[in-house]
């Protein structure tokens, strides 16, 4: 009934036409409705937050370590007997400079799990949860999503009811950004009522934010939007590629292991070899992969006042590579799967 009532909406016609934006926003209504019904949304969400629960759990026992007393073991003394010398564990002899040098470390790992657990750092835990457990958990979504369409004809059904292929990649694709807004505040909104309420028990204090730091926390937001839409782009690409759900899995998460294991080898390879015109290119080879260009941005636009990402700012050239290697990752993503749904799957 609703891809019926869709029917005289929409046109069929190449890429570059109009978008009528009512009809999507009608197909995007339906497949929020779908998302909302299937099970696989309520496991990702709860183990996202799982994932985040963790993160401060991590954090928490580093500050309860810190905070533990250190328990050296005596030396034997002459009147020790031998047996029991034998017996007893190796002892530690610590001289007052390593015991002031571990007393200010301990005290440095203290101001760090403090500052981290207030507001406003603590924003950087959902953050920093949605760039790494959320890009898998975004990359298995999208190809179960967007395949199990293959796999049950709902394209060749939309496509007979009159609805245009491209118009139902295009309400995905929104869809699939709308959903990731409103998660990515959620997210957000718990680190920062979790840096309202245990960084103060901790012996935190809390920050008011200027302007600037709503500004920077804006941009923080619709940072992370957009690099997690990218590797939804992405995720999209290889299932429209393979038609079907293990495709798509099997890229994004083939893509995902080169960039976080792979990657860092090349990486250090490269800055040890010799100086060159060739070595220097590449080396900007890892900038191309998509998570640097996103840490890079994100590196630009969240690290002053609050260095939510890091302390120092990445250079304008590296920002303007990083800006251009996202805008390709989209236009090649999006455009070829728009491409592919329109000379390829519209006689499926």
Not at 55 to 60: D, I, V
Request: with cysteine.
């Amino acid at each position: 009934m609703m891809q019926s009532r869709l029917a005289p909406l929409l046109t069929e016609g190449p890429l570059y036409i109009r978008i009528r934006w009512h009809a999507i926003t009608t197909v995007m209504k339906a497949q929020l409705l779908l998302v909302r019904r299937r099970v696989l949304s309520l496991v990702v969400l709860a183990l996202l937050g799982g994932g985040f629960l963790l993160a401060t759990g991590f954090h928490l026992v580093l500050y309860v370590f810190a905070t533990l007393p250190v328990s050296a073991q005596a030396c034997p003394t002459a009147s020790t007997s031998a047996q029991q010398v034998s017996q007893a564990p190796p002892c530690v002899s610590e001289t007052p400079q390593q015991q002031a040098e571990q007393k200010l470390l301990r005290q440095e790992v203290l101001r760090e799990q403090e500052t981290t657990l207030t507001f406003p750092m603590s924003l950087s835990l959902g953050g920093d949860t949605l760039l790494s457990l959320g890009v898998l958990l975004l990359c298995i979504f999208v190809a179960i999503f967007v395949g199990s369409d293959y796999q049950a004809g709902t394209q060749r059904l939309v496509f007979l009811r009159g609805v245009p292929l491209t118009r139902f990649v295009c309400a995905q694709c929104a869809m699939l950004l709308l959903i990731l807004v409103i998660v990515n505040a959620a997210l957000l909104m718990a680190g920062a009522l979790l840096g309202c309420v245990i960084g103060p028990l901790l012996g935190g204090k809390l920050s008011p934010l200027s302007l600037q730091g709503w500004g920077e926390l804006a941009l923080y937001w619709l940072g992370i939007c957009m690099s997690l839409w990218l590797y939804a782009l992405l995720s999209v690409l290889f299932t429209t590629l393979g038609r079907s759900i293990g495709a798509g899995i099997a890229g994004s998460i083939g893509y995902l292991f080169i960039q976080g294991m792979l990657l860092p080898p090349l990486t250090s390879m490269l800055s040890a070899l010799p100086d060159s015109g060739f070595t220097t290119l590449l080396r900007h080879l890892p900038a191309l992969f998509l998570g640097p260009a996103s840490h890079t941005l994100l590196e630009a636009l969240a690290s002053r006042p609050l260095p939510l990402v890091a302390s120092a700012t990445p250079s304008s050239a590296s920002t303007a590579l990083a800006g251009a290697v996202l805008l390709c990752y989209g236009l090649i993503s999006g455009g070829v799967s728009l491409w592919l749904v329109q000379k390829r799957d519209v006689a499926l």
